[in-house]
């Protein structure tokens, strides 16, 4: 076992793994990109996340920005919502919310026969509609926001649209990425069946923490 | 895109188009594996999981034996917490901790030099010393964990042992994968640098909707 303890060392060391294992696999990351795609694979040690996320030009840059103005992150899950780090989004005075708890949500949902995560996008638009919007679970949210866009009642400073898994998440992300490309809109996406709410949580504290150098 | 929308069907596909995959990959799961490994890879979408987890032999049913007694589960992070099912723990009036906010483990920690994950382990043995324990986050809380059962003071129901990293991670999960093996303790833990707190939530929910199916 090797000697590292204090987790600000811990983490730079794993991400000279990270990097030099790239580096062996030939992969060249864009500056822009870089800090984003070591996250994610910081967070699942998973390779393919080197090859599966894509960004619009400036995306990422575009996050940075809008964090370091205090614009708030809303998630489709709690769980992705406590993997965002707390004290980077108070050091920068970011918000955070995730409105699948909240009981007009269900009720909302009861009512249309939706899904709670597509009717919570409804609550993103009326409550936020320019905020750094992060999908990690649910592709009926993203649907969902494709046509609040369409309709104009949602104009998200960035989309990190990373939801996993085998029922609609690989056409939602294909839709949510045309939709974002069509109207200007930056967006992270994980293309094909991976991500998670760990990633989507990882992809908003690399743009955090480049808003916000840490003190470790 | 397909026309599944009710949660309980989206699920019921994704699983069908899972087992077809491994079907394909030829990876033949023991019964009392199946629901774990399922469950781990619909919630990656990564089927390395079919390889990586390991199981001391019959660690599920104790698992589930364990929460259908109401045995509590404890966790790492609050992220892990907060993707355990809500429902199914009610259902089997399972109480579910995390100690990583509790301001006696900054103390502890503060006072040792040690990580937050590894004075959290002493809250657990002094408060649920035979909880279910699902780490999917901290190597070093794999690693306190297996000096207080050497001590005696920690006797798990279940270890479900996760984390992902690439520092320490593999060595941790060998250490108490070969102790709990010593000392007849169930355990479930993902070899290699694989893991997480969304695969941590994922093997507790499997667990806990083979103790108490679900009504869908």
Redo the contacts between chains.
Sequence with gaps: ??A??A?GE?ER??MR??SAQLEEMGVALPPECREVVLRAI?????F?YAQNLVFTPGAAEAGIQALKQGVPIVTD???A???INQAACRRLGVERYCYMADPRVAQQAAETGS?RAAAAVDRWAAEHPEAVFAVGNAP?ALLRMAERMEAGELRPALVIAVP??????V??KEEILRLCREKNVPIIAAM???????VA?AICNALLYQASPRPI
Excluded: C, Q
């Excluded at 996993?164 to 998440?169: E, Y």
């Design positions: 076992m090797t590292h303890t987790p811990i060391e794993s793994i990270i910081h967070t699942t040690a998973d393919d899950t709690n769980m919502l406590s993997g899904t009926t996993v898994g085998f029922v609609n998440v056409e939602s094909g069946r991976k991500g998670g709410s760990t949580a």
